[in-house]
Nanobody, 124 residues
Framework: QLQLVESGGGLVQPGGSLRLSCAAS????????IGWFRQAPGKEREGVSC????????KYPASVKGRFTISRDNAKNTVYLQMNKLEPEDTAVYYC?????????????????WGQGTQVTVSS
């Protein structure tokens, strides 16, 4: 069973930064596509970043491009999401997910296993 655990969420002021971590257990993470998603109350789950197996390709929607960066640390079997210049609109529960077969995509339905989520709140 592929298990993921997110951490690093919290309360931050507008313009601040956070780094989220997605730690994998039970499998070697860099063989798979990993996505980061977020869901705010009353809204659909939105893809905010993804990274291909072995990290050669990354994708971001326009809403976070230039502010968010996804990366891998294969030695730690962990994927990170560095979030800079945070805005109140970034407030949501953030999830990481693994896609067992196929390339990285920002489509939530393409992913097979999900972490429990970590809350990010951007507020002054």
């Amino acid at each position: 069973q592929l298990q993921l655990v997110e951490s690093g969420g919290g309360l931050v002021q507008p313009g601040g930064s956070l780094r989220l971590s997605c730690a994998a257990s039970g499998f070697t993470l860099h063989y798979y596509a990993i996505g980061w998603f977020r869901q705010a109350p009353g809204k659909e789950r939105e893809g905010v970043s993804c990274i291909s197996p072995r990290g050669g390709v990354t994708k971001y929607p326009a809403s976070v491009k230039g502010r968010f960066t996804i990366s891998r640390d294969n030695a730690k079997n962990t994927v990170y999401l560095q979030m800079n210049k945070l805005e109140p609109e970034d407030t949501a529960v953030y999830y990481c997910a693994v896609r067992e077969n196929g390339m990285a995509t920002l489509v939530a339905g393409s992913y097979d296993s999900w972490g429990q989520g970590t809350q990010v709140t951007v507020s002054s």
